[in-house]
């Protein structure tokens, strides 16, 4: 598989995480105004050398590395969860959903966000093994799920009906 530029040791090891970690830094300095009104020349000075030591430092750099590519698919996910939310929420002139129906919509729009998201890293294998092997669904732990299920709905039966 051909590489694109952007995945080029020396962009991604040392390029982007130089310019977050400037970034980062000019935008905390201009804001916090620690070096007076107007210096934005020191600011940048300072933040580029944090910026090179930061790079020089390959354990930080890693995390950081890590760190972006976590955030990065936090982001997509929260960006996904908004959009359906929005679509499940929106109150348009002709279409107005009913306060059961919106929050039918919005557990199974999460319930297929999480099962999409255990699909996509692979965990879905896992759990399956688990799940088929005896110590997934021996009496034990799968008789303690349930359990506490039925415990669970009972209780919510119980404390709803106290409410009225």
């Not at 051909?2 to 080029?8: G, M, N, P, V, Y």
């Not at 944090?50 to 976590?70: C, E, K, R």
């Not at 279409?95 to 692979?122: M, P, S």
């Not at 110590?135 to 349930?146: K, R, Y």
Request: proline content about 1%.
């Amino acid at each position: 598989m051909a590489d694109t530029f952007l995945q080029a040791p020396i962009i991604s090891q040392y390029l982007l995480p130089f310019l977050l970690v400037f970034f980062i830094i000019f935008a905390i300095l201009e804001k916090t105004k620690l070096f007076g009104e107007g210096k934005k020349q020191v600011n940048a000075l300072i933040s580029f050398v944090i910026g090179l030591i930061f790079v020089g430092a390959v354990s930080y750099t890693h995390i950081i590395q890590n760190m972006t590519l976590f955030l990065t698919v936090a982001i997509v996910c929260v960006f996904v969860i908004l959009l359906v939310w929005g679509f499940i929420s929106a109150d348009e002139k002709g279409f107005k959903l009913n306060e059961t129906l919106k929050w039918i919509l919005i557990v199974l729009a999460g319930i297929a966000f999480i099962a999409a998201i255990i699909f996509a890293t692979g965990f879905n294998v896992q759990i399956q093994n688990f799940l088929s092997s005896k110590e997934g669904t021996s009496g034990t732990l799968f008789t303690n799920i349930i359990f506490i299920i039925v415990i669970a709905v009972a209780l919510a039966l119980v404390l709803k009906s106290q409410k009225k």
